[in-house]
């Protein structure tokens, strides 16, 4: 490996903090579309992670979580590279949109090409300039539009590298993944880049809790990875949990939703979780419950076809514990 860094045909040497923007595309109004990028690089050598917001134009949460990490003073003191990218689909962004003009969904397009479509011209830039550089990987998302997320981690666990951060990322709920979606995430798998996921919170809407957490983990993992000291109150007892399956409960009929239970919250087989009834209150048809299992994600609106999603519900061995730490989680970052 060469000692310059060089992004977007920008020199990035070492103990430099620089700002780039990554040119993308020129769009029909004759202007230029970039991705604007900070990299942070350390005196030192070290492993180089990317840590991403707004791969999904309207997830917003991840702009600040990534913002509040620049902002971090521990950062002056860094071993190896940080690559901070809080808004990647910028067109989306600017159109309050999950997807880019061509209708096209970015998580779905890697690892795209020079000569596709203006997302899969974005996806095949992004990936050659910015992320193929990187060892290591964090991309911060929310829930589609009219949903929540509780604040979770979704990674491919089979790699020990991958599976380490995501306990270092401390949100008591992580999901095992084999997708292969076209998604970031499987970009940099076969890349071999580790590389986390994480969910938390509704598109359009800041969360201050979601922020925290992903901002509180992502500085967790920068420590276990050695781009940061290590902590010095380390966790002595199990707050990590992982599910190696999750299932959406669906809309029985179309209706009105009157909704139970909330994210966060244990369910067990065969409880009610809600109910679709019509606008009149006659006809009602329940929700209920497959598995016993944690609520991960739900409708916000309440307005469902059937067969519309409603919660989103993963499984643990022992879901009781899993419930009770999500629980503490949420209580301490209520306190500090
Ligand atoms: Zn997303």
Known sequence: MTD?????GVTIKRGERKRVLLD???????????????????KKDGPILFISGAVHGDEINGVEIVR??????????????????????????????RYLPDRRDLNRSFPGSSNGSLTAQLAHTFLTEVIQKCTHGIDFHCAAINRINLPQIRAYLDDQVTKDMAEAFRV?????????????????????????????????RFNGKVIKSGVQGAISVMREIGM?????????????????????????????????KKIGQRVKKGQVLGIVGDPFGIEKYEIVAKRTGIIIGAA???????GDAAFHIATFEDAATVEEHVDLYDEKLEKN
Do not use: C
Request: charged share 20%.
């Open 4 to 8: 310059d860094l060089i992004i977007g």
């Open 24 to 42: 993308v595309a020129k769009l029909y109004d004759f202007t230029d579309m970039n991705i604007p990028i900070e990299v942070i690089r350390g």
């Open 68 to 97: 509040q990490i620049l902002s971090k003073k521990a950062l002056k003191s860094i071993k190896g590279t940080l690559i901070a990218i809080p808004i990647v689909n910028v067109f989306g962004f600017n159109t309050k949109s």
């Open 172 to 204: 008591p709920v992580v999901l095992h993944s084999e997708l292969r979606d076209g998604s970031l995430r499987e970009a940099t798998r076969e890349l071999g880049i580790p590389t986390l996921l994480f969910e938390g919170g509704e598109a359009l």
């Open 228 to 260: 940061l000291n290590p902590a010095k109150n380390k966790p002595t007892q199990k707050e990590v949990f992982i599910a190696r399956s999750s299932h959406w409960l669906r809309a029985p009929h179309s209706g009105i939703l009157s909704a139970k």
């Open 300 to 306: 916000t609106l309440p307005l469902l076809n059937r």
